[in-house]
């Protein structure tokens, strides 16, 4: 009889460990990533970027806003943030008092559904389901019934104010010491925000150097982005897959891109031509989904160097 219930029982426990794991220790074990990438002209100085993306930010997350404070000790030389900072309608300020050091940075910012509307408790076998369908966000699903609207207005306001640069479908530079950056943005492809024939055109010849932002990365928006030539396309809204699976890695990304490509530095082929891709695992969760497992929440500090000769 004891050997009959000792397989279950195992498994059972080890699942209870996994996601005690999960909730109770990974989901706060924030760390920064590093990475380098050569788009840089001939001459040009390195340029330090801090990335950080969906912060989900709820009330009383103290940990995180402290480590999000933190950061600002990299003393970058701008800081992208690629959206969905809120998962609480009430969440503005700590979301601000986590970013008040680094909006003493240039920076600039786009915006993700989750900033726009509060979040929704779903059975997170439905992104399983979605991704065999085909259908993610508003890409082929109905509009949510009696969505929550969010304050985002509080936050566009706060990094206005700050002079970080809005890139909401639209263009914008930031001015360093010694360097003009070009920036294009678009709103989150997710909910069908993004228009890029506002933009489209491709990088500011007039700039030292062109990037692009947007918040989900899907494959239209690489497409176009990468097919206009950019050098470097910067997004979020993956989580890295959130519940990833050791030695294999992610089971989805929430869009059209492929589990190969769900964080990290890649690259992205459209139009005869190449980009190279940044799609950061962010640092928070769906407040109705707080864990993670073998993935844990990060920011980036890209090094944009030159080419090697």
């Known amino acids: 009889m004891r050997a009959r219930y000792a397989g279950p029982l195992g498994f ?3 699942c209870a460990a996994g996601l005690a794991y999960a909730a109770c220790y990974e989901v706060r074990a924030f760390r920064l990533r590093r990475v380098t990438v050569p788009v840089l ?19 009383g997350q103290r940990k995180k806003q402290r480590w999000l404070r933190s950061l600002a000790g990299l003393r970058p030389d701008f800081v992208i943030n ?16 986590a970013l008040g050091p680094l ?8 915006f993700g559904s989750n900033d726009y509307y509060g979040p929704k408790l779903r059975n997170p076998a439905r992104y399983l389901i979605e991704k065999a369908s085909g259908r993610h966000g508003l890409n082929g699903n109905p509009p949510t019934v009696g969505a929550i609207h969010n304050p985002w207005e509080d936050l566009r306001d706060a990094f206005d104010a ?8 639209a263009r914008g530079r930031l001015k360093l010491d010694g360097a003009e950056i070009a920036l294009t943005g678009l709103d989150d492809p997710h909910i ?47 989580h890295g897959g959130q519940l990833c699976l050791p ?17 990290g530095l890649s690259t992205h082929q459209a139009g005869g031509h190449t980009s190279h891709l940044h799609v950061s695992a962010g640092c928070g969760t769906n407040r109705y989904t707080p864990v993670r497992f073998a993935c844990p929440p990060e920011a980036t500090l890209l090094t944009l160097t030159e080419p090697p000769a």
């Open 12 to 14: 059972t426990a080890a």
């Open 41 to 59: 002209p001939p001459g040009m100085r390195p340029l330090r970027v801090l990335q950080v993306s969906d912060i989900h930010m709820v009330r």
């Open 82 to 97: 690629t959206g969905d900072n809120l998962s609480d309608p009430e969440g503005v300020p700590e979301v601000l008092d």
């Open 103 to 110: 909006l003493e940075f240039p920076g600039a910012y786009v």
């Open 162 to 169: 700050a002079g970080w640069v809005g890139l909401s479908n």
């Open 192 to 238: 069908r925000r993004d228009r890029y024939g506002k933009v489209a055109g491709g990088p500011d010849t007039g700039a030292d150097l062109s990037l692009a932002v947007v918040h989900a990365p899907y494959l239209r928006v690489l497409d176009a982005f990468t097919a206009d030539r950019y050098p470097l396309i910067l997004a979020g809204h993956t």
């Open 247 to 263: 030695f294999y890695g992610a089971l989805v990304t929430n869009c059209d891109l492929d589990t190969r490509r769900v964080k």
